[in-house]
């Protein structure tokens, strides 16, 4: 599977559905596993849905800061952080968790094809963003120069 294909990659409502009620039944509990968690945030960061894709991202932020105890399910954790905050079109927070995951291991070839997704993203957002704002200027300029234009016709 390529980026694009994991970056467009969405959960199934059955897996989505079966975590969650997996997590909510260990929340009830008191305890919630660290496995169990990272599943129900892997879920929810390939959800369609932006609300879910925040609140998988608020799981993995927990899991990286209080329960990353070990190397590999760091970078899970950061990859997956990147993933999600890309799928929001938050490439500037994807490409420093992208960084943050190479630092540790960066002959990670997925991680790599990652890093150069977002990058290119980023550039086409702002090519695009140019060329908005080059359509809104030129639009103006037509209506201040019509605008004129008229003013002048009804003086005469």
Known sequence: MDV??????VVTMEDLKKFE??????????TVSQETKFHYAWCLVRSNYPADIRKGLILLEQL???EAND????RNYLYYLA???????????ALQFIKAFLHMQP?????????????KKME???HKGMAV???LALGLSAVVGIGFALSKSLKK
């Open 83 to 93: 993933l999600g905050n890309s799928r929001l079109k938050e490439y500037s927070t």
């Open 64 to 66: 990286i800061k209080h």
């Open 71 to 74: 190397e590999d399910a760091k």
């Open 4 to 9: 694009e294909d994991v970056l467009s990659d």
């Open 107 to 119: 002959e990670n070839m997925q991680a790599q094809n990652l890093l150069v997704t977002i990058q």
């Open 133 to 135: 704002a080059g359509a």
């Open 124 to 126: 086409s957002d702002a």
């Open 21 to 30: 009620k997996e997590y909510h039944n260990q929340l009830t509990t008191g």
